[in-house]
């Protein structure tokens, strides 16, 4: 029997359907990952591998793991994963686009409005009983309409929440490699990263991390953006140097950040974003909705189970 392993709990009914034809190996637990030495044990004969981003799939795992056909990443990203190894062992890889997009945009939406109106602010003023009363300006944040919103990515991901700014009355811009048909259908206006960042008043990263992407938004490019200016990632920390948002968060260079990843994950209280009032600070929840997960893990789990069964992989990492 072909061994699968899978690095988390999920949704029992999808173990069920791969136990019928093979030997599964479950990590039972949600919160915490398998821990790496049990990682390279259970995947040194396994012939599948459901993995999630915590999980490193490296030249040291995927020269350990001989019989391995496939892995399939429970997520869209996929920078846990050495390509390059993947190629060279001859090891599918497979990632799960299109089914978390739209729930990815609306945490993105959140987050924009949330930062501009100051929303966890002024909940936590209410709940330390600090409120002393309406004031005309008090906890008064920023419109969203008439404003020009910056796209750095305009993915799936990225045309999804422009296609949400448009009740909003909002300029899009957006920035990629090239142009992009689907930003232009969208009525966003293709312009350089400088431009992004100079005409922006919201900045949305929605871009994969690659060599290309990493640390962009850096002390220059917030010097670059507008002092009420706001940055929303929900791509990857590592788009970001981290002390550098920092500073300009603290020092006023823009308004505030809203932030759904970290470049080390998970951050704890002595985060320096961690007690900024000006930071929306989110636990990578971007896909976090029940139905979006499950349509992940069944994703997943029939990627494996194709690819295992001698078919082609549904969502090949290309
Ligand atoms: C992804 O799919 O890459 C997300 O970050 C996971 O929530």
């Known amino acids: 029997m072909k061994k699968i392993v899978i690095t988390r709990k999920i949704n029992p009914t999808m173990i069920q359907k791969l136990e019928k034809d093979f030997e599964v190996v479950v990590w039972n637990e949600a919160e915490k990952p398998m821990p790496r030495e049990r990682f390279l044990e259970e995947t040194s004969d396994a012939h599948g ?48 686009p299109d089914v978390l997009t739209e729930t990815t945009a609306e945490l993105a939406f959140t987050l924009m409005l949330t930062s501009a109106r100051r929303v966890l602010e002024a ?87 690659t060599d290309e992407t990493k640390y962009r938004f850096d002390k220059a490019a917030f ?3 507008k002092e009420s200016a706001f940055f929303i990632n929900i791509g990857r920390g590592a788009h970001v140097v981290e002390e550098d948002l920092a500073e300009a968060v603290e020092q006023g260079q823009i308004r505030g950040a809203a932030l759904d990843v970290f470049e080390n994950e998970p951050i ?3 985060h320096p974003f961690v007690g900024m009032d000006n930071m929306t600070l989110l636990p990578h929840i971007g896909s976090a909705s029940v139905d979006t997960r499950n349509n992940m893990m069944n994703l997943c789990v029939n990627n494996v189970m194709e690819v295992l069964n001698g078919g082609k992989p549904i969502t090949p990492v290309k």
């Not at 990263?193 to 008043?201: E, G, K, P, Q």
């Open 49 to 96: 591998v459901l993995a999630m981003l915590s999980d490193k799939v490296d030249e040291e795992m995927l020269s350990n793991a001989q019989n391995l056909k496939v892995v399939a990443n429970l997520a869209v990203g996929y920078d846990n994963i050495d390509l390059e190894s993947a190629r060279a062992h001859k090891v599918i890889i497979t990632n799960t």
């Open 123 to 209: 909940n936590r003023q209410l709940m330390a009983g600090e409120w002393s009363g309406w004031s005309p300006y008090h906890m008064a944040g920023t419109d969203i309409f008439g404003k020009t919103v910056g796209i750095f990515g305009m993915g799936s991901i990225g045309a999804a929440f422009a296609r949400r700014l448009s009740g909003f009355r909002t300029k899009v811009l957006y920035h990629n490699r090239s142009q992009s048909e689907l930003g232009d259908s969208l009525g966003a206006e293709f312009v350089s990263f400088d431009d992004l960042l100079s005409a922006s008043d919201f900045i949305l990263c929605a871009a994969p991390l």
């Open 268 to 270: 704890g209280k002595d």
């Open 223 to 225: 010097e670059r953006m």
